[in-house]
């Protein structure tokens, strides 16, 4: 017997996990325990005020590269300033690092993409 087939007998090894072709649909309970998507965590963020990346690396964000993460919220219509400041890096001495701050005007798009991604 085919996975397919297996997946349509009741009480089959794959019941309710497969569909006709390669995709697969995950059970409630697996999707539910799914960690939000990056950018959604970085958008809920950046709506409480401006990020770099040393506090991007910390929970809940967990982001390890804001720079590329901005550049794909900024494809999907957002507007994201950046200025460089200096902050202190390894042993004292000076990082300069991007401070990441969402434009007013782009909050009600952020809001929307976040509501879109649950």
């Known amino acids: 017997?085919?996975?397919?087939?297996?997946?349509?007998?009741?009480?089959?090894?794959?019941?309710?996990?497969?569909?006709?072709?390669?995709?697969?649909?995950?059970?409630?309970?697996?999707?539910?325990?799914?960690?939000?998507?990056?950018?959604?965590?970085?958008?809920?963020?950046?709506?409480?005020?401006?990020?770099?990346?040393f506090e991007a690396e910390r929970y809940p964000v967990s982001d390890h590269v804001l720079n590329s993460t901005v550049s794909e919220l900024k494809k999907r219509g957002l507007e994201i300033d950046s200025k460089l400041i200096c902050l202190p890096g390894h042993s004292g001495a000076a990082a300069h690092v991007a401070?990441?701050?969402?434009e007013e005007t782009s909050h009600q798009r952020a809001l929307q993409l976040i509501e879109g991604a649950q």
């Open 1 to 53: 017997m085919r996975v397919h087939d297996a997946a349509r007998q009741p009480g089959g090894a794959d019941e309710g996990k497969h569909i006709e072709g390669n995709a697969t649909i995950e059970p409630q309970h697996v999707a539910a325990l799914k960690p939000e998507p990056k950018y959604v965590r970085v958008l809920r963020r950046l709506l409480q005020g401006p990020l770099h990346r």
């Open 99 to 102: 401070l990441y701050t969402l």
